[in-house]
């Protein structure tokens, strides 16, 4: 079962209004504009201006010095309620430590299926494996290893056959593919797909 997550930073509105959501801090007020109401309102909310919109929800408060981050605490949430995929708002852009954490959570939890997304990036862990992956919705695509990994693109601007990609090279930035890429990784990936289709900027 899918589920969406918003966390303080704005990223606009959410792509999808058909699947129930959790406020993580002040996520409540980006949701709130989108006249979305949420299962529930997690998180310190330090950074929630208008604390009367809490009202009439459930709300699951911490404290602010804790180990965990709000984020971290409301994807336990969700996992702890049966959801399995989770879209993921307001953690690209403002705080770069927040988002390097998500960014490490995925790497720790491969089997938990998370995209981020913000008006113009999708970001996710790729499995190794090969894949056949849909570009169109957005014009560019970038990919990360933190392992020694040996890759394969098709069907792309530049493509590449048996490269070992070093988790410092960064020659996978702003690739371009056509229609449908095909990829084949010996190891995990952070895929990035930017400049959503009717997106505002990128380059």
Do not use: W
Not at 90 to 102: K, N, S
């Amino acid at each position: 079962m899918k589920i969406g997550l918003y966390a303080s930073m704005n990223n606009g509105d959410v792509f999808n209004k058909d699947i129930p959501y959790i406020a993580v801090d002040g996520g409540l007020e980006h949701l709130h504009r989108q006249s979305i109401k949420p299962l529930c309102a997690i998180g310190d909310f330090d950074s929630l201006e208008h604390k009367e919109y809490l009202e009439g929800l459930e709300v699951l408060t911490f404290p602010t010095h804790k180990d965990e981050t709000d984020t971290e605490l409301a994807i336990s949430e969700a996992l702890n309620r049966g959801y399995d995929e989770i879209d993921l708002y307001g953690v690209i852009g403002g705080r770069i430590d927040h988002f390097l954490g998500v960014l490490i959570y995925l790497r720790q939890h491969p089997d938990i299926k998370i995209t981020l997304y913000d008006d113009i990036n999708r970001i996710y862990l790729l499995p190794k494996g090969k894949h056949q992956i849909d570009c169109t919705d957005y014009k560019y695509f970038s990919c990360f290893t933190e392992k020694t990994c040996t890759l394969t693109l098709k069907n792309c601007d530049y493509p590449l056959d048996g490269y070992i990609l070093e988790p410092h090279d960064p020659l996978c930035i702003s690739n371009q593919c056509h229609g449908i890429l095909t990829i084949e990784n010996s190891e995990d990936l952070i895929f990035i797909e930017s400049q959503r289709i009717g997106g505002t900027y990128g380059e």
